[in-house]
């Protein structure tokens, strides 16, 4: 069983810096990919980052590249989200989720419909 949790998130001025974590509490973390996503007031929800269950694979939204860092860390069953340089269009509520990984070792890093279990959500925000 996967549950996620999200911590971290919180309000930042412009240009800071924040971390994001997301820890299963389950024992089956590493035979998952991981995702992270964010969700705007009225906005659909967006694909920010993923890492593939040995973090050898990395992909990230053209948006965040370069300012944000994904990683992950299997004997703690976290996954981060190290967001630097940000600014106000960074507010949102941040989901993480989790990506079974098919017998072919495929999966789907950026479409948030193959992702099967998600955290409850936490939430940033960048002031001017």
């Known amino acids: 069983q996967v549950q996620l949790a999200e911590s971290g998130g919180g309000l930042v001025q412009a240009g800071g810096s924040l971390r994001v974590s997301c820890t299963d509490s389950g024992r089956t973390f590493s035979l998952y990919a991981m995702g992270w996503f964010r969700q705007a007031p009225g906005q659909e929800r967006e694909f920010v980052a993923s890492?593939?269950?040995?973090?050898?694979?990395?992909r990230y939204a053209d948006s965040v590249k370069g300012r944000f860092a994904i990683s992950r860390d299997n004997a703690k069953n976290t996954v981060y989200l190290q967001m630097d340089s940000l600014t106000p269009e960074d507010t949102a509520a941040y989901y993480c989720?989790?990506?079974?990984?098919?017998?072919?070792?495929?999966?789907?890093?950026?479409?948030?419909?193959?992702?099967?279990?998600w955290g409850q959500g936490t939430q940033v925000t960048v002031s001017s």
């Open positions: 890492i593939s269950r040995s973090g050898a694979k990395i």
């Open positions: 989720a989790a990506q079974i990984v098919d017998g072919g070792g495929r999966w789907y890093p950026t479409l948030f419909t193959k992702y099967q279990y």
